[in-house]
């Protein structure tokens, strides 16, 4: 199979264990500083969040089992949730419908059109790194599109210090299936840098977590 479809089999398997890497159970264990360290950055990039305030009707990109979504609930007037996986979807819908503010769109995120000007937010996190080099700027073509004027954008997504020369990685699941998956390792001067966009980036204090916030360019 393709690159993009052996990816999306993979996070459309992975979904019943997505949340075990979040809360670093089972296999994704930590030892107990790296395990402080780890939900201490997460802490720090939902502060970003809240300081950025997602508010108003906001667009979620890749929204998974919605760990972010349930934060962006916090702020937003209504998200739509868009991810590629019924499977994904169904636990984004048992984790946040109660609040009555999320509609659900399952569609391939590398074909899908957003409505225009539709949001005064973009939100995505841990999708980016997964955008092979060829899709980028129509993503964010969609980015722009989906925004309406003074609207803005956030993202979250792995950080390392330095990119590595593959961008793709073996991912197994915890039933020993593999799978390659693109994985890009941003760094700040490279989101600053994005032409048609003044983004500003940071990175968490241990350095687990780049985030970034901005709009597109005048």
Do not use: C
């Amino acid at each position: 199979m393709d690159q993009l479809t052996e990816q999306r089999e993979y996070y459309r398997h992975r979904a019943g264990e997505y949340d075990q890497w979040w809360q670093r159970q089972g296999r994704y264990a930590l030892d107990e500083q790296a395990r402080q360290h780890w939900f201490a950055d997460i802490a720090e990039a939902e502060r970003a969040l809240e300081s950025f305030g997602p508010a108003g009707d906001v667009l979620e990109f890749a929204a998974g089992t919605g760990w972010w979504t349930e934060r962006l609930t916090a702020h937003a007037t209504r998200i739509t949730a868009v991810d590629a996986h019924t499977e994904t979807l169904d636990l984004n819908r048992a984790r946040t419908a109660h609040t009555g503010k999320v509609s659900y769109v399952q569609a391939d995120i590398f074909t899908w059109t957003p409505p225009a000007a539709a949001f005064d937010v973009v939100f995505f996190s841990y999708w980016l790194s997964h955008i092979p080099e060829e899709h980028l700027d129509r993503f964010w073509q969609q980015v722009a599109t989906a925004l309406r004027p003074g609207g803005r954008v956030f993202l979250l997504d792995s950080y390392r210090p330095a990119r590595i020369a593959d961008d793709r990685q073996q991912r197994t699941l915890n039933d020993g299936r593999a799978y390659q998956v693109i994985k890009r390792y941003w760094q700040p001067t490279e989101l600053e840098a994005l032409p048609g966009w003044h983004l500003s980036a940071g990175i968490t204090t241990h350095g687990a977590v780049i985030h970034a916030h901005g709009e597109p360019a005048p």
